[in-house]
């Protein structure tokens, strides 16, 4: 340390030791806070905006269990970029899709939404499949985060097959929890609520021609009990697709559940 006398800045608290000439000076090192590159990697100019292929590519990643930094490695394309293409409305070149359907184990048509104007199971595998039954612990499993499957019962103008909404709520008497629809005053399924009713949920991968279905019946009836009825507006997540005031409340019992799988298997 060199002696010296000390001495302020004008117009500041700040205390500067002055030292005699030709006397060593300590250097003093000041951290100076950088912003985190991470952090700055992250940040996008605008909220998320997803755009049909945004969604599509989201999906069928998600099906695949995939992360976004796995996806980018099997496309050779740059985090960055996909992130880009999930966040926002995009066009990428054809080569870019390509390499993205082939990851994806899907078709390019298919990523842009060809073929949502006809029915699923257009193709024709070229591998042998095989049809599997699922115990009814994996058809739980399945069935577990709800979603949209069809229900069917007999109404009097005879059988009735219904696209629903649903989710599974846990039961602490049925294993397989209970069904929970919610629908419309006067609609076919508030008409024939208190009757036997079976769901069906499936998923088709038609790139790989791979598939499983869960069947599932039981007695339902609609949810008038206040208490009951509060418990399943809490706890059962259930949004109807077509929207509207759809506050009556349908629960299944499901007396019976059974499922298949088609897998890709080496034939012997």
Not at 7 to 36: F, L
Not at 64 to 87: K, W
Not at 142 to 155: D, V
Not at 168 to 185: C, Q
Request: with cysteine; net charge positive.
């Amino acid at each position: 340390m060199c002696g010296g006398r000390h001495a302020r800045h004008a117009g500041t608290g700040e205390e500067v030791k002055r030292c005699p000439p030709g006397t060593a000076t300590p250097m003093s090192i000041n951290s100076v806070t950088r912003p985190d590159p991470g952090r700055e990697y992250q940040r996008w100019p605008s909220p998320p905006d997803p755009g049909d292929l945004s969604r599509r590519i989201a999906r069928r990643r998600a099906e695949l269990h995939l992360s976004q930094v796995q996806l980018a490695a099997r496309t050779g394309l740059s985090l960055r970029y996909l992130e880009y293409l999930e966040r926002y409305p995009g066009r990428p070149a054809p080569a870019v899709l390509r390499k993205l359907a082939a990851a994806l184990r899907t078709t390019p048509a298919a990523l842009l939404g060809a073929g949502a104007n006809v029915p699923p199971g257009q193709g024709r595998q070229a591998d042998v499949r095989f049809l599997s039954p699922l115990l009814p612990a994996e058809c739980r499993r399945l069935i577990k985060p709800g979603g949209i499957g069809r229900i069917a019962f007999a109404a009097a103008s005879g059988p009735v097959v219904v696209p629903v909404n649903f989710a599974v709520l846990a039961d602490p008497v049925l294993p397989a929890g209970i069904v929970v629809i919610r629908t419309a005053e006067g609609t076919v399924i508030d008409e024939n609520a208190d009757a036997e009713m079976a769901l069906e949920v499936d998923h088709i991968d038609e790139a790989l021609c791979l598939g499983w279905s869960v069947l599932m019946h039981g007695p339902a009836h609609r949810v008038v009990d206040p208490a009951e009825l509060r418990r399943l507006q809490e706890h059962a997540t259930v949004w109807p697709w077509p929207g509207g005031e759809r506050e009556v409340y349908l629960r299944i019992a499901p007396r019976e559940i059974t499922g298949r799988r088609i897998e890709l298997r080496s034939a012997r």
